[in-house]
């Protein structure tokens, strides 16, 4: 019986396969302008880089919040948007190596969420404004875990290895050749997806189309890039929205009512159980 059960799981593991890789070889095979990819460069990878989290938290203040004088909030998410940029670009146009050590460091990655979380406290004086931008935060560390741990367990290889002959379609070659090499079997779920759908929910009641879009073209942009499958897109945004209800319904969070400590703690805690596992990257 137990043979029977595990034969029959992975025929329709093969059978997902094949139906997930006919979908998403359209896009593989895609090649689009180098200023459109440039532009689907940026929601394809800005959740995957470590100053991803205060640089989308920033977006989210500008645009949910109501301020009586937002010239400091306006000049510092203008100032991190141009040095984020102006990092991503050099990388991904000029295959700068010190921009690939500052862009996807392990370190960087536990630091920058805590530091995201104190640049929104002292810019934004409305603390409903403040409770919303902290949110994707607060959910941020129990994603990423989530997603470890099933990318472990699944070791699905990403498309950028299996199909490495169609490096030469994408004009910004080093994002597959940089995931070939940093992101081996770590397709299934795709952890932009889900962080991306987590930025999104904030802005879900109000800009219920710059959401969407927002986690479409992340979506699109990371399957482009031979990085993800589309189900393993699409698996990404479900863990998100599972850990969300899981976060308002059953641990009883109010994304409008939160506190500075709140994605501190829950930070921290992962930080803690990627030292205690050893684990040498979470992307």
């Given at each position: ?6 034969s ?10 094949r ?19 440039l532009f ?5 990878a ?8 205060p640089?989308?938290?920033?977006c ?18 203008i ?9 991503w ?5 000029g ?44 959910i941020f560390m ?13 070791g699905?290889?990403r ?6 002959n169609?490096?030469?379609?994408k ?24 962080v991306?759908?987590?930025?999104a929910?904030p802005?879900?009641?109000e800009y ?13 942009g ?26 308002t ?6 994304m409008?009512e ?15 159980y990627?030292?205690v596992?050893?684990?040498?990257g979470?992307?």
């Amino acid at each position: 019986m137990l043979n029977k059960a595990r034969s029959k799981m992975e025929l329709l593991a093969c059978l997902r396969d094949r139906v997930d890789e006919k979908l998403s070889g359209l896009i593989f095979h895609t090649s689009l302008p180098a200023i459109i990819e440039l532009f689907l460069s940026i929601p394809g990878a800005c959740f995957g880089v470590t100053p991803g989290t205060p640089f989308a938290s920033l977006c989210i203040a500008c645009l949910v919040g109501n301020y009586e004088n937002p010239m400091a909030l306006h000049l510092v998410t203008i100032a991190v948007s141009i040095q984020v940029l102006a990092a991503w670009f050099s990388y991904v146009l000029g295959n700068s190596l010190s921009m690939e050590k500052l862009l996807f460091n392990l370190k960087l990655y536990m630091v920058f969420p805590p530091c995201a979380v104190f640049l929104c406290y002292f810019l934004i004086p409305d603390r409903q404004t403040f409770s919303k931008c902290i949110y994707p935060l607060t959910i941020f560390m129990p994603i990423v875990v989530s997603e470890y741990v099933l990318k472990t367990m699944v070791g699905r290889e990403r498309p950028c290895e299996k199909y490495n002959n169609l490096w030469e379609k994408k004009y910004l070659v080093a994002i597959p050749k940089l995931l070939a090499k940093i992101g081996k079997n770590g397709s299934f779920p795709s952890t932009d997806a889900s962080v991306a759908a987590a930025f999104a929910i904030p802005l879900a009641k109000e800009y219920p189309n710059v959401a969407i879009a927002l986690v479409f073209l992340t979506c699109f942009g990371r399957v482009y890039f031979l990085a993800h499958y589309v189900l393993d897109t699409i698996a990404g945004i479900m863990i998100t929205f599972f850990i969300d209800s899981l976060a308002t319904n059953v641990i009883g969070l109010d994304m409008e009512e939160l506190s500075w400590w709140h994605p501190l703690l829950s930070h921290f805690c992962g930080v803690f159980y990627f030292i205690v596992n050893n684990t040498r990257g979470i992307k």
